[in-house]
């Protein structure tokens, strides 16, 4: 069962603009954690940011900002002025109690100049 | 950098060969993961490990065994590669010393299967 869901597959953008990418995520644990990881085309996989289930917080660092609402199960990442360094793939995680981290498919992210 | 280190980072095999894959940490941590890449799919995880000799199956595990002998040292078994298996292989850490905490990746393996 897909517990992740990243919709926006590609999202291309030219440079400066903002771009918001969704994450809708399925629990039925009261206690969960929700990350985001960054792919950029070297391949590595680069650790974003880690929320907890209990803490609704939008969080800012930087260019960087996170909408968490548990009303409706989206922890979406919103990148403001982008740059040509953010294109990268980025992926969504979920990790519940039983220890597995669920990955959403990923949306790929095309800054242009 | 989490010390994290993947033997070898591309290997080119047939189908019916075992293969191992290894990951390699300095810095002690108890729980080590595998994961698979392919496109579509996102990351979904193979095995897991929460210390020396305990193990666990995760989302997609069949055709594969790990063992965890040492805690530095998480092996990946393909006993019998399938073309199904050709893919990118990334071994983790938790940091922190807890399954829920961020986890970190290493650099990955891409494996082919003829």
């Known amino acids: 069962a897909q517990k992740v869901t990243q919709a926006q597959t590609e999202i291309s953008v030219v440079e400066k603009e903002d771009v918001t990418l969704d994450c809708v995520y399925e629990?039925?644990?009261?206690?969960?954690?929700l990350f985001w990881y960054k792919q950029p085309p070297s391949g590595e996989l680069v650790f974003l940011i880690r929320r907890n289930s209990f803490d609704e917080q939008n969080e800012i660092s930087g260019r960087y900002s996170w909408n968490f609402q548990k009303s409706t199960s989206s922890f979406n990442f919103t990148i403001t002025a982008s740059q040509v360094v953010d294109s990268a793939v980025y992926f969504c995680?979920?990790?519940?109690?039983?220890?597995?981290?669920?990955f959403g498919a990923g949306t790929r992210l095309t800054v242009k100049p | 950098d989490a010390g994290i280190t993947q033997s070898p980072r591309h290997k080119v095999t047939e189908t019916g060969t075992p293969v191992t894959l290894r990951c390699h940490q300095t810095?002690?941590?108890?729980?080590m993961y595998w994961y698979r890449q392919d496109p579509g799919h996102g990351l979904r995880l193979i095995h897991y490990?929460?210390?020396?000799?305990?193990?666990d199956k995760g989302e997609v595990s069949d055709g594969y065994s790990v063992s965890r002998s040492k805690t530095e040292d998480f092996l990946l078994t393909l006993e019998s590669a399938t073309s199904s298996q050709t893919s990118v292989y990334f071994c983790?850490?938790?940091?922190?010393?807890?399954?829920?905490?961020?986890?970190?990746f290493g650099p990955g393996t891409r494996l082919t299967v003829l």
């Open positions: 810095e002690n941590h108890r729980y």
């Open positions: 629990t039925r644990d009261t206690t969960y954690y």
């Open positions: 983790a850490i938790s940091s922190g010393g807890g399954p829920h905490n961020e986890q970190f």
């Open positions: 995680a979920l990790s519940e109690r039983n220890n597995d981290m669920r």
């Open positions: 490990s929460y210390g020396v000799k305990d193990t």
